[in-house]
């Protein structure tokens, strides 16, 4: 088999019609070299496509339609027309009827993905109110993906050269986040990272360090017990199925004292206490990956940034390395799910192939 051919197909949906999406797709793209590892397959209108594309300057950005069949040229970047008809794009406006577009997106490329048509999916940031609608009920890409693979809990995982950390709770209000920390809601994001830092990311034996939710981890009860009654009990339990946890550790001088370089991955109780400092001290691009989801799907760590649609500034660094990401854990998976097959099975697949080897040298 060629080359060409074992190259995953990766969707990549357009987000937000007045983001950055399109513009950092583009961008992206434009480096033929990414067609050596992947053949892209944008989700969006080639008409949406060339209104950025006219925005970006000195881009090489060439693509193919990819027509009913699927049968994607794997020299050039390919797009589903995902809607036919003339769309208006207001770069920097918040519009629902843009939303409405990076649903459509979204929805196809997920099709896709259930039909096996494309190997892995990056999303471009949507903006999570012009988004909503009937279909979409949903404060952002992590819990719609949970839902249409009806899984049970996902983790959002973010991950960069130096550092992965997870939440507990993701897009909730400050005041309900207390409520939502319970040993089974911590139990299932160690289950999920545990699972995804072996298969997905090559680590054996992962290190998980765990943070606690008051300041200073709750100063032994002196501000907030959930450190005593709820985190504590979690780890020991996490310990006794072999989940190597540790903690609760206070997240100001975790961070300060870089002891997150001691771990392979950080679970935090709350978004802001585990994002804030991922975006301040991550090296490299970090990128958002949706941890125990039966398919691989990356996006960046930013969001539509309405502030510079439209205007060629966008950074697409974090794009690019979702792409390159996205690639990798799907061949980590490959590698994980051969060295963990059945032996017996693992042996007949070789008889198999050596068969079909023969048989091509015969002829």
């Not at 794997?74 to 406006?93: A, D, T």
């Not at 196809?108 to 279909?135: C, M, R, W």
């Not at 298969?199 to 992962?206: S, T």
């Not at 510079?308 to 690019?320: R, T």
């Amino acid at each position: 088999m060629s080359q060409e051919l074992t190259k995953p197909l990766i969707g990549i949906t357009c987000g937000d019609l007045n983001g950055i999406g399109i513009e950092i797709i583009i961008k992206s793209l434009s480096d033929n070299r990414i067609l050596d590892i992947c053949t892209p397959i944008i989700y969006a209108n080639s008409k949406s496509i060339n209104f950025y594309r006219k925005t970006v300057q000195e881009n090489n950005f060439q693509f193919s339609i990819l027509k009913e069949g699927f049968k994607p040229n794997l020299k050039q970047p390919n797009i589903v027309n995902c809607w036919e008809e003339e769309v208006s794009i207001n770069p920097g406006q918040q519009d629902e009827q843009a939303g409405k577009y990076a649903f459509l997106s979204l929805e196809t490329a997920v099709k896709d993905l259930k039909e096996h048509k494309i190997a892995g999916i990056v999303t471009a940031p949507i903006h999570k109110k012009t988004i909503q609608s009937n279909n979409f009920k949903y404060t952002g890409h992590t819990p719609y993906l949970r839902d249409s693979f009806d899984k049970k809990d996902v983790a959002m995982l973010m991950v960069a050269e130096n550092m992965r950390v997870a939440v507990v709770t993701e897009h909730i209000p400050i005041e309900e986040v207390a409520k939502n920390i319970t040993q089974q809601a911590i139990l299932s994001k160690l289950e999920i990272i545990q699972e995804s830092l072996q298969r997905d990311f090559n680590i054996n034996k992962p290190k998980i360090a765990i943070l606690g939710l008051n300041p200073h981890a709750g100063d032994e009860g002196l501000i907030g017990n959930e450190e005593i009654d709820i985190i504590t009990p979690t780890i020991i339990e996490a310990n006794k199925k072999n989940i190597l946890a540790f903690g609760p550790y206070s997240a100001d001088a975790f961070f300060a004292h870089a002891q997150y370089e001691k771990f392979d991955a950080v679970l935090a109780m709350y978004h802001d206490q585990g994002l804030i400092p991922f975006k301040s001290l991550a090296l490299g691009e970090g990128v958002n990956y949706t941890a125990g989801l039966p398919i691989v799907r990356m996006s960046p760590d930013h969001g539509t940034a309405f502030d510079i649609a439209g205007k060629g500034q966008a950074n697409h660094e974090s794009f690019l390395a979702a792409i390159y990401k996205c690639v990798d854990v799907l061949r980590n998976r490959e590698t994980y799910d051969f060295n963990h097959e059945n032996p017996i099975q693992k042996r007949s697949s070789r008889v198999i192939a050596n068969l079909e080897d023969e048989r091509v040298i015969e002829d």
